[in-house]
């Protein structure tokens, strides 16, 4: 079981908005600004999309974005494109530099 | 372009050991910190291990702690997973990823690592 709580599948059609959820605990996401998010497609290296909760790396479109609220932090992605389709995983660090805390990840469907 | 390669993964048997190997280039390897995450058939990312830029500090999870050891040799951008003991739950797709403060900023593609008699 992993640490954080992720949807296991979300979906949308394109131009549409989704928004994906993480929630865990005082001590991972509410405790910390340090979440990030990560796309991934099988077989392929995991990209980073959002850190810190809310920045987005040079190259990833603002149609990405990540809030936090108390112990659950979101990751929405607007304007849904079919290259969208993908796994996403959320991950916090939990507060020592010895651990990360990772989601079950949510496989999103651009209908 | 930083690209990360992994190799050395395969198929081992209980016990056994295996010697996982991350190719780095495309950035300044000594800078940073170097990470390997996992993640188990059907299961979400695990992170396994974490090492400082030097090499003087590395830290375990605790799941792997005693029989996995992470190194690197600078000279050659060179990141290393020694796995000894290996056990059935051990196996995955293991990752290496560039760290940066709280995250991980890339990623390679991984190496399958099967531990099954």
């Known amino acids: 079981q992993s640490a954080l709580t992720q949807p296991r599948s979300v979906s949308g059609s394109p131009g549409q908005s989704v928004t994906i959820s993480c929630t865990g605990t005082s001590s991972d996401v509410g405790g910390y600004n340090y979440v990030s998010w990560y796309q991934y497609h099988p077989g392929k290296a995991p990209k980073l999309i959002i850190y810190d909760v809310t920045k987005r790396p040079s190259g990833v479109p603002d149609r990405f974005s990540g809030s936090k609220s108390g112990n659950t932090a979101s990751l929405t992605i607007s304007g849904l494109q079919a290259e969208d389709e993908a796994d996403y995983y959320c991950c916090s660090y939990t507060g020592s530099y010895t651990d990360w805390a990772f989601g079950g990840g949510t496989k999103l469907t651009v209908l | 372009e930083v690209e990360l390669v992994e190799s050395g993964g395969g198929l081992v048997q209980p016990g056994g050991s295996l010697r996982l190997s991350c190719a780095a280039s495309?950035?300044?390897?000594?800078?940073?910190?170097m990470r390997w995450v996992r993640q188990a058939p059907g299961k979400g990312f695990e992170w396994v291990s974490s090492i400082s830029s030097s090499g003087g500090s590395k830290y375990y999870a605790d799941s792997v702690k005693g029989h996995f050891t992470i190194s690197r040799d600078n000279s050659k951008n060179r990141l290393y997973l020694q796995m000894d003991s290996l056990r059935a739950d051990d196996t995955a797709v293991y990752y290496c990823?560039?760290?940066?403060?709280?995250?991980?900023?890339?990623w390679g593609q991984g190496t399958l690592v099967t531990v099954s008699s």
């Open positions: 495309g950035f300044t390897f000594s800078n940073f910190a």
């Open positions: 990823a560039k760290g940066v403060d709280y995250h991980f900023d890339y």
